[in-house]
C-alpha cells in the first residue's frame, strides 16, 4: 500500500468501513494486513460487494464485512520475516558489561540481548516485488521493531535501539538499522516517522545524524560514514524549508498576558528587531491518520460537536469539500487544521502532550503547528554540529579521492557549522527564560507589518514582526508540580543537545531548575508535571527522555550534573529491571511515583518489547553497572 495519499483515497470506503463496524479493536491492525491485490482492485471489489443492511441486520453486516478482509487481505505480520527465529542472534562480547557482576542483573541483560532478535525483522520478497499490496516501506536491511502492536521500525526509537545494539556488539545490525534510514532519505527525501506509508505525511525528531555519529565512533568503519553522509545533508536541508522552517522578525516582547512569561529577541543584543530561522513540526496532512482512524474521528466530534455535517465531509477523506457547514464559520481553525496538529503532534513523538494543548488540557484544542518546540530546535543544533563534525571526519579518510567529492564534504562542513551557530544563536536569544532557567517552547503573537526595503521579502515593501510568547499551560491536577504552570522534560533537552557550556552558569542554572522542577520522582523524570491523561504528560517516564536529561546533566553540569545523571539511571535500571523481574516484560513507559510500574494513558495499552527501553538500560549498564 505504498504511496500515502492515493492508498487512503482508494481504499478510504473500506478503511471507514472497518472502523464503524469495530471490526478490529486497533484501528492500526487494518492499515498492517497486506492486500491480495492492488489498491483499486480491492477498492472495485468493496464497492462491487452487496452488503446486509448495517442498521437492521448488523451481526450479518459484519460478518459479510468480515469475509470480505479475509478475502482480500492477509494476517498481519505476513509482510515479516524473523530472521532469528532459526538462526541464532550472535552472544555478546566476551569482554561484556564489565561493570555488572550481580547474577541476577546479569541474567537479566543476557535476556535484553536476546531480545534484540526477537524484535528483528526484514520485509518479505514481496513486499520489493509488489510495493502497492503492502503498507511496509521496502527497505534493504534488517530493521528493530519496538514491539506488540509496533510491527515496524520507527525513526527516533531506532537511535536508542542502536545504542542497545552497539553495547551488544550487535555492530553490523545497527549499521544496516542506520543505512535503511539513509535509503528513505535517498527515496522520499526525508526520514519518515516509521517504515510504513502512512507514515510518508511526516517525520519524527531528527536523530539521523547521531545515529551515524554513534556507528561511527564505536566502529570507525569509514566506508558506512561515506554512505551516510549525504543522507544528513539532504535530511537537514529539508527540515529547514517551509512549512517546518521559516525567518521570522521579531520584536519587543509581548505583555498581553500577564499570565505567561514573555521574553524579547535578544537578551544580549542592542538590536531590538532580528530575524531567526524557527522550526515546528507540521505534517503533510489534513485528514485522520489512517493507522488511528476511529481516534481522530472521535478528536474531531469532540472539537466540533455541533458540525456534523463538517464531520462527514473529513470521513471522505481526501474529497476536496464543496461547502462548509452553517457552525464552520464560528471555528476559528478548521477540521483540516485540527487533523494537521494531531499529525504534526505525532511527528514530535509526543503524542500526546498537554504541551500542544491551547487550553493545556483537552486533545480537541491541539494546535501543535503554531508552537516552535525547544527540543526540536535544540535536536536540528546537534544535529547540524553533529554533520559537519562527520564531514570533518571523513575529509581525514579522502585522500585518493576525487578532488570535487572532497570539494563537497568541505563545503559540508562549513555549511552545517555555520548552520549550528545560527541555530544556536536562536535557542538561547527565543527559548531560554533567564527566570525559570530553563528552555521553552514559544508561540508568535502580535504580528505588526513595517514598512521596509522594497528590495526585501520579494520586492513587497513591508515585513511582518512578530512578538515571542513562552507556552505557560495551567498545571492540570498533579502533586509534584511546585508551579502553576507546567514544566516539560523537554525543557531540558537543550542541555544535552550542548546549548550550554559545560559546567557554566546557565548549564548549572538549568540542572538546579530540574531538580526543583517536580518531574524527579521515585520511578525516574516524568513527561511533564500535568496530569492529564495523555502519555506523554505526568505521571509517565519514557526511556528516551531518561536518557537525554541524565546524559545532559553528566556532560555540561560538573559535579551536580554527574550526582543527578548518576541518580536518573539509577531509578531507570530500578523500576525497569523491577518489571521485568516481576512479569518477565520490558514497557515502552513507567510510572514514575511507584517502582516497576507501567506507563498508562493515551490512545492504546502500554506495549512491552521494548526497542528504546533495552537500549537505554543496556547503555547505563555498561556506562554505570548496577548491583540491583
Known sequence: MEGTGATAAALSDVLKAVGDADLFPDSKTIVDMPLTASPNEVATAFVATSFPDPITDPEAYSTALKSFIDTWF????????????????????????????????????????????????????????????????????????????FREGYYWDSYWAIKGLLVSGLDDLAKNVVLNLVHCVHTHGFVPNGLRSYYLNRSQPPLLALMVEAVWESTKDRDFLTKALPALDIELTWWRQAPRSSFISVTSPSKTCPSETAIGTTANSKDPQRRFLVTRYCADWRQPRPESLKEDLATLRLAVSSGTSAIQEVEQQGQQRKHQSKDQSKLERTEEDILCDIASAAESGWDFSSRWFEDGKSLPTIRTSKIYPVDLN????????????????????????????????????????SAADGRLKTINELHWDPETHRWRDFILVNPEFEQVDGRCNGGCGFERKYSIQFVANETASSPSSPSSIAIYASDFVPLWCGCALPNSPQATLAIKSLI???????????????????????????PPLQSMLSEGCERYGGDLGAEIAEEIASKYLKTAFAAWKSTGRMFEKFDVREVGVQGGGGEYACMDGFGWTNGVALMWLDKYGWRG
Open 74 to 149: 492477509l494476517p498481519v505480520q505476513t509482510d515479516l520475516i524473523e530472521p532469528y527465529a532459526s538462526t541464532p542472534l550472535p552472544p555478546p562480547p566476551s569482554d561484556w558489561l564489565p561493570k555488572v557482576t550481580e547474577p541476577t542483573v546479569r541474567e537479566w541483560a543476557t535476556a535484553l540481548h536476546t531480545t534484540w532478535g526477537t524484535l528483528c525483522r526484514t520485509a518479505v520478497n514481496l513486499v520489493f516485488k509488489n510495493p502497492s499490496f503492502y503498507s511496509l516501506l521496502p527497505v534493504p536491511g534488517p530493521f528493530i521493531v519496538p514491539g506488540a502492536r
Open 378 to 417: 535544540a535536536l536540528l543544533f546537534r544535529a547540524e554540529k553533529t554533520t559537519a563534525m562527520l564531514a570533518a571526519a571523513a575529509l581525514l579518510g579522502e585522500e585518493g579521492r576525487p578532488r570535487d567529492e572532497i570539494e563537497e564534504t568541505e563545503k559540508m562542513v562549513q555549511k552545517w557549522s
Open 516 to 542: 526543583s522542577s517536580g518531574l524527579i520522582s521515585l520511578g525516574g523524570v516524568a513527561a511533564s508535571t500535568s496530569e492529564t491523561g495523555e502519555q506523554w504528560d505526568w505521571p509517565n517516564a519514557w
